[in-house]
C-alpha cells in the first residue's frame, strides 16, 4: 500500500468527534483524509482536507464518495453496506469489511454470530412480532433490543414483568436475559489484513448507583488477572472469528459468579479506549490506521493509571456551548482536555472528553470526580 507518501486517499463515512480524532493521527502519516457526513457542521469539516456533506445511508452517495479514495474507513455503523459491497467488488479497499458492518448492524445477527462461535453472552431470543413477545422464552426480566438502529441506550427497553409488554418495541428485536453485572468492562482489540491480532487492557466502568449512568472509565484494571487475561482472550477469539481489519470495541459484562459475557461489539474506535491517547503507548486511533494501513501493529502497554470522563451538555441547556470551569480543571497536573468542536449543547450530547493520568491510582480517581463537579457545558 502507498502510505505515508501523501497520495494515499482515506475516505472516512462519518464527521463526528471519532473521525476527528482519527485525523489527527493521520496527520502525522502524510494522509490526505476525505470525509463524508450529512452535517455541515460535523466536528470533522475544519481538519480533513475534503469535507463531502451527505447521506451516509443513500447509496449512490457513498457509492459515489467511495470511488473517489484509495480505502474506505467508518467512525458510525449506520451506513449504506450496499454501497460498500460493490465498492469492494470494484476494488476499493474497505476496512472493517462491508460484510462485518452489516453482521454489527443487525444485534440478532450479533448475538447469532456469539452462539455459532461460542461466544460467551446472555441468553437471548429473536422476536419478529409482538405476538412472538408474549410467548417469550426468557423469565422476567430481560431486556429488549431493537435489531437495528439503537445506539448510546436508544433501543433498549427494560421489561420487568408483563406489565411492562405494552411499552415494549414492535420493530424487530432480540429478548436477552437481565444480568445483574458486578463490573461493565471492555477490551479494545486490533487486527491487521496479515493478521496479526493486538488487544489493549480491559478497562473498567465506574458507575454512579443513582443515576445509573456510566461515571468514568477506569485503566489499567484492578480486577484479577485471570479475568483480564480471560477478557482479552475473549476479544482475540471475535477478531480472528470474523478476520476483521481494523479495530473492534469488545463491551462485556462480568457477573456476580465471575464469568464474562459479551454484549455488544463495535468495529470502529471506540468511547472506551478514548483514554489511550494520553495513557497507553499507542492510542486506538493509531492503532486503527495501522490495522487498515497493513503495518505492524504498535505497544499497547500502558503508561499510568488513566482515567476517562465524558463532558456531555448540561441538563435543561440547549443552544451556542458554553465551558464552565476550565481555567480550574487545567490548573490540575496530568489533566487533559479533548473537545470536540460541536457548536450546539444539548442535554447530554457528548461535547468532549477529559483524560486524567496520575501515577496514584486513588489520586486519578479524586481528580477525575474534581473534573465532573466542575467542568460543565451549558448556552
Known amino acids: 500500500m502507498k502510505a505515508f507518501y501523501g497520495d494515499l486517499k482515506l475516505g472516512i463515512l462519518g464527521g463526528g468527534q471519532l473521525g476527528r480524532m482519527l485525523i489527527q493521527q493521520a496527520i502525522n502519516y502524510n494522509v490526505t483524509v476525505k470525509i463524508l457526513d450529512p452535517d455541515r457542521e460535523a466536528p470533522c469539516r475544519k481538519l480533513c482536507d475534503e469535507f463531502t456533506v451527505g447521506s451516509l445511508g443513500d447509496y449512490e452517495t457513498v457509492y459515489n464518495f467511495g470511488k473517489t479514495v484509495d480505502l474506505l474507513t467508518i467512525e458510525i455503523e449506520k451506513v449504506n453496506v450496499d454501497a460498500l459491497e460493490q465498492l469492494e467488488k470494484e476494488g476499493v479497499l474497505v476496512y472493517p469489511q462491508s460484510r462485518i458492518i452489516r453482521l454489527i448492524q443487525d444485534k440478532g445477527l450479533q448475538k447469532q454470530f456469539f452462539k455459532e462461535n461460542d461466544i460467551p453472552t446472555a441468553d437471548f431470543q429473536i422476536i419478529s412480532s409482538p405476538q412472538q413477545l408474549q410467548q417469550s422464552l426468557i423469565p422476567f426480566p430481560y431486556i429488549q433490543k431493537l435489531r437495528k438502529d439503537g445506539y448510546d441506550g436508544k433501543g433498549v427497553y427494560k421489561v420487568i414483568d408483563e406489565s411492562y409488554l405494552a411499552g415494549a418495541f414492535k420493530e424487530p428485536s432480540l429478548i436477552e436475559q437481565w444480568i445483574d453485572f458486578e463490573k461493565e468492562i471492555a477490551v479494545i482489540v486490533a487486527r491487521n489484513e496479515n493478521g496479526e491480532i493486538s488487544t489493549f487492557p480491559m478497562v473498567?466502568?465506574?458507575?454512579?448507583?443513582?443515576?445509573?449512568?456510566?461515571?468514568?472509565?477506569?485503566?489499567?484494571?484492578?480486577?484479577?488477572?485471570?479475568?483480564?487475561?480471560?477478557?482479552?482472550?475473549?476479544?482475540?477469539?471475535?477478531?480472528?472469528?470474523?478476520?476483521i481489519v481494523g479495530l473492534l470495541a469488545v463491551e462485556m459484562f462480568l457477573d456476580k459468579q465471575g464469568r464474562i459475557l459479551v454484549n455488544e461489539l463495535a468495529p470502529r474506535p471506540h468511547n472506551s479506549g478514548h483514554q489511550t491517547i494520553?495513557?497507553?503507548?499507542?492510542?486506538?486511533?493509531?492503532?486503527?490506521?495501522?490495522?487498515?494501513?497493513?503495518?505492524?501493529?504498535?505497544?499497547?502497554?500502558?503508561?499510568?493509571?488513566?482515567?476517562?470522563?465524558?463532558?456531555?451538555?448540561?441538563?435543561?441547556?440547549?443552544?451556542?456551548?458554553?465551558?464552565?470551569?476550565?481555567?480550574?480543571?487545567?490548573?490540575?497536573?496530568?489533566?487533559?482536555?479533548?473537545l470536540y468542536g460541536k457548536a450546539l449543547t444539548k442535554p447530554f450530547r457528548k461535547m468532549g472528553h477529559v483524560t486524567i493520568v496520575d501515577a496514584d491510582r486513588e489520586k486519578a480517581i479524586e481528580?477525575?470526580?474534581?473534573?465532573?463537579?466542575?467542568?460543565?457545558?451549558?448556552?
Not at 314 to 325: F, L
Not at 367 to 379: D, E, G, Y
Open 204 to 243: 473498567e466502568m465506574e458507575f454512579n448507583p443513582k443515576a445509573n449512568l456510566v461515571e468514568f472509565l477506569i485503566a489499567p484494571s484492578t480486577l484479577p488477572f485471570a479475568i483480564q487475561q480471560k477478557a482479552e482472550q475473549i476479544a482475540k477469539k471475535i477478531a480472528d472469528s470474523l478476520k
Open 278 to 338: 494520553e495513557g497507553n503507548v499507542i492510542s486506538q486511533f493509531e492503532q486503527h490506521l495501522r490495522a487498515i494501513f497493513n503495518q505492524p501493529l504498535g505497544d499497547t502497554s500502558c503508561l499510568n493509571n488513566a482515567i476517562m470522563v465524558n463532558v456531555l451538555g448540561e441538563a435543561g441547556y440547549e443552544g451556542p456551548a458554553i465551558y464552565q470551569g476550565i481555567e480550574k480543571v487545567l490548573k490540575v497536573p496530568g489533566v487533559y482536555i479533548h
Open 367 to 379: 481528580k477525575a470526580r474534581f473534573v465532573q463537579k466542575t467542568l460543565k457545558v451549558i448556552s
